[in-house]
């Protein structure tokens, strides 16, 4: 076995969907590079969050890569949402067959990373104790890597099983009529209750905020692939220049061109009926205007108490606090019709707060409740969570300082005093709003761009210039103000982090408007953007 090289053109972090495809591009445009990942294979969020249920909420023929016509044409989805397993069968596809594992090292996790000034190089340390440099490094972290993993008073004291559900065992886990706790009831929790229900013992599930869900209506999409792969490299243009990075159907009207209420009634009955996130577009203004919002989620709320028989529960799980969307939509596979069954039970944390765990159970309220496997399905540091984990010191200081209140970048693509240092779907980029395929593959193609354009001229650093980077936070702010979606305590906002910064990070301006201002930059010559 030949000794791995300490020096790259390239560092990529990360081999999830962004880093193998960022991998792709760098070795076809003749760069050397090293991907460094901390998991034990490619798929990063595929591959650890393996728990029951667990499927995408983008529809398979859009979460999907569009960089090769062949891959797209040899591949067949067999659902309408891919599930965990068929996603990560997919990303290990892709693996082989551009032979990437040679350039990846798994198991290893990057902690630091320096900026020499006059090398004008980064050095990368891993847990391993091992550095490297390269001139380059590319942040392909995830939005969504770093779980929140709240300290619940008397943990180490439960001597049942525990479980998180964004570290999955590999091996699965038997809850066959076991009394199983799940807490958190945004979309992991979601889909983990609705698929073991029918398999344990009992189900508790502790809800600190009920979650809006729109019904996915999954099932088996041979007819629909026939239909879409003829003409698949149209309908990926399609959605590179969508709203969402994904087709929503975007003829919407606003919503008092609907009223009176039939029209309003005709069109959400029509949305529903589809499934899916679409749903939030019925109307152009619902993320703008109260009342519109207000119709929207007043739909869902019938439609939760048709679903939930005894009113007490069904009251319970009805969001009321926050505009819909403002928080991330579930998407749902019979979520509600769950709390029908005689072994599931429903714990509001607003009326019984979680006091401790014990060695038998959890004590919320006055009532201590046994259990022989606990489920936490309590999120993630989003969008910074995985950038700030890491130390890492650029020309003036630790990007964590320069963030401590909220991400500065540019595009989500650079922040200004961390020259040659790249991010896939950084924070102010669509990312999270997006379909992250799309979102992912735009980045990529914009960074390798950036680096030919860098070589070919000569030049060998980049990065944003301050007054770019204040203009682009402010846009981002300024669009994000005017819209409903800071009113929700979110992880868009970074409010289910206790002390972090509460900013609201990602761009909602959209996709294609996004693509428009990126692709603009970088004909004007990369426009706010310092390159020496
Ligand atoms: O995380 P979440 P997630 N005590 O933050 C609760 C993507 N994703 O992993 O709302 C008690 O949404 C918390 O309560 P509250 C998708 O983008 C996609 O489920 O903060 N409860 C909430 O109920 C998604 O949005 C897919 O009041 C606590 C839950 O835990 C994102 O990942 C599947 C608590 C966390 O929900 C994150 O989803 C899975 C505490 N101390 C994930 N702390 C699909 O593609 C937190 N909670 C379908």
Redesign the pocket.
């Known amino acids: 076995m030949t000794e791995e090289r300490n020096d790259h053109d390239v560092i990529v972090v990360g081999a999830g969907f962004a880093g193998l495809y960022q991998l792709i591009r760098l070795r076809q445009a003749g760069y050397e590079v090293r991907v460094l990942e901390a998991g034990g294979d490619v798929g990063g969020?595929w591959y650890w969050?393996r728990y029951p249920g667990?499927?995408?909420?983008?529809e398979s023929i859009e979460y999907s890569y569009s960089f090769d016509r062949t891959l797209e044409q040899e591949w067949n989805w067999t659902e309408r949402?891919a599930s965990q397993p068929e996603i990560l069968d997919y990303i290990r596809h892709v693996a082989d067959r551009y032979d990437l594992r040679r350039d990846i090292t798994f198991g290893t996790r990057v902690e630091a990373m320096r900026w020499d000034d006059a090398a004008e190089r980064w050095t990368v340390r891993t847990d391993d104790g091992r550095s490297r440099t390269a001139r380059f490094v590319i942040a392909a972290t995830g939005?969504?890597s770093v779980?929140?993993r709240?300290a619940?008073a008397g943990m180490a004291d439960f001597a049942g099983e525990l479980y998180w559900?964004?570290n999955w065992p590999h091996d699965g886990v038997d809850l066959t009529g076991k009394r199983v706790a799940v807490?958190?009831?945004?979309?992991?929790?979601?889909?983990t209750i609705t698929a073991i229900a029918p398999d344990v013992g009992s189900l508790t599930v502790?809800?600190?905020?009920?979650?809006y869900a729109v019904p996915a209506h999954n099932g088996p999409i041979a007819a629909r692939l026939d239909e879409v792969k003829p003409g698949y490299p149209e309908f990926r243009e399609e959605s590179r220049l969508s709203r969402l990075g994904f087709h929503c159907g975007e003829d919407e009207t606003g919503y008092y061109a609907e009223t009176p209420a039939a029209g309003v009634r005709r069109e959400l009955d029509r949305r529903w009926s589809d499934g899916g996130l679409c749903f939030t577009l019925s109307f152009r203004d619902v993320l703008f205007d109260a009342d519109a919002n207000e119709a929207l989620a007043e739909y869902v709320r019938e439609r939760i108490r048709a679903k939930v028989n005894d009113p007490g529960t069904a009251e319970k799980l009805t969001p009321r606090t926050y505009p819909i969307a403002a928080?991330?939509?579930?998407?749902d596979t019979g979520y509600f019709e769950v709390f029908n069954r005689d072994n599931v039970s429903l714990v509001d944390?607003g009326e019984e707060p979680?006091e401790r765990f014990t060695e038998r159970g959890i004590v919320a309220g006055d009532a201590e409740r046994a259990f022989d496997v606990i489920i936490?399905?309590?999120?993630?540091d989003?969008m910074t969570g995985a950038l700030t984990a890491m130390d890492i010191r650029g020309t003036g200081g630790a990007l964590t300082e320069k963030w401590a209140a909220g991400p500065r970048t540019y595009l989500g693509l650079m922040t200004a005093g961390f020259p040659n240092l790249f991010m896939i779907t950084g924070p102010q980029s669509p990312s999270?709003l997006s379909n992250m395929m799309t979102s992912i593959e735009y980045h990529v193609d914009w960074v390798t761009t950036a680096l030919e354009h860098l070589r070919a001229s000569g030049r060998h650093r980049m990065e944003p210039d301050i007054e770019a980077e204040d203009n682009w936070v402010n846009t981002t702010n300024d669009v994000g103000e005017l819209t409903l979606m800071p009113r929700a305590?979110?992880?868009y906002t970074g409010?289910?982090i206790p002390g972090k910064q509460r900013v609201f990070m990602p761009f909602v301006g959209g996709v294609g408007t996004y693509k428009q201002i990126g692709d603009g930059v970088a004909v004007a010559g990369y426009h706010g953007f310092e390159l020496t």
């Open positions: 969020t969050n667990a499927r995408c909420d983008v949402y939005c969504l779980p929140s709240p619940f559900t964004s807490v958190g009831t945004g979309s992991s929790g979601l889909q502790f809800q600190r905020t009920p979650s928080k991330r939509m579930c998407v944390l979680i936490l399905a309590t999120g993630f989003a999270v305590a979110s992880w409010a289910n």
